[in-house]
């Protein structure tokens, strides 16, 4: 899926530096997971994870309103199920690129606000499982480990989002995003586990090639 998304934008590549200015993102952030089940729809209302996310992007200019932003980042993701007789967490953690559509307003002024929507992959770098539970019938049970073969190496999904820009200098914007990450498979070999879900907040700097 992501080699059709890089093929695609290689006419954008080209194009880039005759069409406007390029603009490189370095963001950071918090990011807030859970996972939803087919078979449990209200999974995911109390366990969610707060992780944390860091990246890079570039934004292609397409026309004076619209570019594609093309980025990879660090995402934690999983879940965190606490009860009253212990924890269980599912911390997952993968290397995500994106290629997100942004229509915005000019960045002629000292504010930009703009809507993201495309495509994810996502790469498996990490998987760890814990149970910490207390059970008055059968005692302390208290197990982690790595998920091993379970997880499957690769997700997919969509991403939606807004954020907006504000300028420091001609050299230099500040961003503010908040995307939400929707997986459209199971992050588990065989299935029936359920698919990610991720909010993530990111602030950084922004800052322009050419043009």
């Known amino acids: 899926m992501m080699r059709r998304i890089v093929v695609s934008l290689l006419p954008l590549l080209v194009a880039a530096p005759l069409m406007g200015q390029t603009m490189v993102g370095i963001r950071a952030g918090l990011s807030r997971s859970t996972v939803s089940h087919e078979a449990f729809p209200d999974l ?3 366990t969610h994870r707060t992780g944390f996310t860091a990246g890079v992007d570039v934004g292609l200019p397409v026309s004076n309103a619209l570019e594609v932003r093309v980025g990879g980042a660090y995402v934690q993701k999983g879940l965190s199920v606490e009860e009253s007789i212990g924890r269980v967490g599912l911390e997952m953690d993968y290397l995500q690129l994106s290629a997100l559509a942004r229509v915005g307003t000019s960045r002629k002024g000292p504010l930009s606000l703009g809507v993201l929507l495309g495509p994810w992959t996502a790469f498996h770098l990490s998987c760890d499982a814990s149970v910490s539970l207390d059970i008055p019938e059968f005692g302390s049970i208290n197990e982690s480990g790595s998920c091993g073969d379970g997880a499957k190496s690769m997700d ?3 991403a ?5 820009e504000l300028a420091v200098s001609e050299s230099l914007r500040l961003g503010l995003d908040l995307v939400y990450s929707i997986a459209l498979s199971d992050f588990a070999e065989g299935g029936g586990a359920g698919k990610h879900r991720n909010l993530a907040v990111q602030a950084g700097v922004v800052i322009p090639f050419g043009g």
Do not use: K, Q, V
């Open 44 to 46: 995911g209302l109390d």
């Open 160 to 164: 939606a989002g807004g954020g907006a």
């Open 156 to 158: 997919f999904g969509i």
